[in-house]
């Protein structure tokens, strides 16, 4: 079974090729099953990136992952794309009694009200056997996914991720809060887009990043490879704006459109845009974060895209 910074001006519309399907069960919240491993509560971090940006600047995340209640297995689900090649990555294994990345059922449980720590997390990944160390220059963009074994109940096992640039030495920067896996998993999103440069006040422009969760609405079903739409409505209007853009996402694959306004050819006249994510085919259910970055100092903070099952 295989799954799924904000401050960044990539352009970047990945469609990368897919990896087989989480299993899921419709309990609430929704059961994530690893052959004859873990099985309980999922939690998604649909964002996680290690990115060289403008000179010598470097994008990492930082991800903790919290156990709140006994002792457990903690199984993770690491998909994402090798950004200088666009080869996809699909790893698994667990996270071992000492806060260790190891192989898949090995290591011992994370023990009761614990923190297992990455500082940079795709470093840990190359320290401990799983990606080559190539990949530190190369980037990766994609998603980390988390079991928490017989945790059925919301807040047991939670996990975190901050972005932050290493210009100047800085070590805090934006964050997002793991989500967790619920049988009402969307294949609809939506959030808002703002681009400000060139008018009084901060200048502004947005990123979107969106993720195949890599289960499916109601746990019914396979998790697959989806299309999805991305469509701008202008603010000043309610109607559709500029051009939709397709992406093809694989699963736990997270795709990314910089530059949103731009990408999706709005017309200079608007700075803000309503954006819908929807699922055009395919079974999987999706999520979504908006990145405002701010031009001067590449500053950006990240929010998740709203369920819109309506």
Do not use: C
């Not at 690491?78 to 090995?106: D, K």
């Not at 080559?132 to 190369?138: C, G, H, N, T, V």
């Not at 939670?158 to 793991?178: C, D, E, H, M, Y």
């Not at 949103?260 to 819908?276: H, R």
């Amino acid at each position: 079974m295989k799954r799924s910074l904000a401050a960044i001006a990539l352009a970047l519309l990945l469609s990368a090729p897919s990896a087989p399907a989480r299993a899921a069960g419709p309990a609430s919240p929704q059961t994530v099953r690893a052959v004859a491993v873990a099985s309980g509560l999922g939690v998604n971090l649909p964002l996680v990136a290690r990115l060289v940006g403008a000179g010598p600047t470097l994008y990492i995340s930082t991800v903790d992952v919290q156990v709140n209640a006994t002792d457990t297995q903690v199984d993770w689900y690491l998909n994402g794309v090798n950004l200088r090649t666009s080869a996809a990555i699909a790893l698994v294994g667990s996270i071992s009694s000492s806060g260790a990345l190891v192989a898949q059922g090995t290591g011992g449980a994370m023990r009761a009200l614990s923190n297992a720590h990455f500082e940079d997390v795709i470093d840990s990944f190359v320290q401990a056997g799983f990606l080559p160390a190539s990949i530190k220059e190369d980037g990766f963009i994609g998603s980390f996914f988390l079991v928490f074994n017989g945790f059925t109940k919301s807040g047991q096992g939670t996990a975190t991720v901050r972005f932050f640039s290493s210009f100047a030495g800085g070590t805090i920067g934006q964050s997002l809060k793991g989500h967790e896996i619920t049988v009402a998993e969307p294949q609809r999103v939506v959030g808002f887009a703002r681009d400000t440069r060139g008018k009084a006040g901060p200048q502004l422009y947005a990123n979107i990043f969106v993720n195949n969760v890599g289960v499916t609405p109601n746990g019914l079903g396979a998790a697959g490879p989806v299309t999805v739409r991305i469509q701008a409505y202008a603010n000043s209007t309610g109607l559709p704006v500029g051009t939709p853009v397709d992406a093809v996402i694989g699963v736990g694959q997270t795709v990314g459109v910089s530059d949103v306004l731009t990408q999706l050819k709005v017309p200079p006249g608007e700075d803000t845009v309503i954006v819908f994510v929807t699922v055009t085919s395919g079974t999987s259910a999706i999520a979504g974060v908006f990145a405002q970055v701010d031009v001067t100092t590449r500053d950006g903070s990240t929010t998740d895209m709203a369920s819109a099952v309506f």
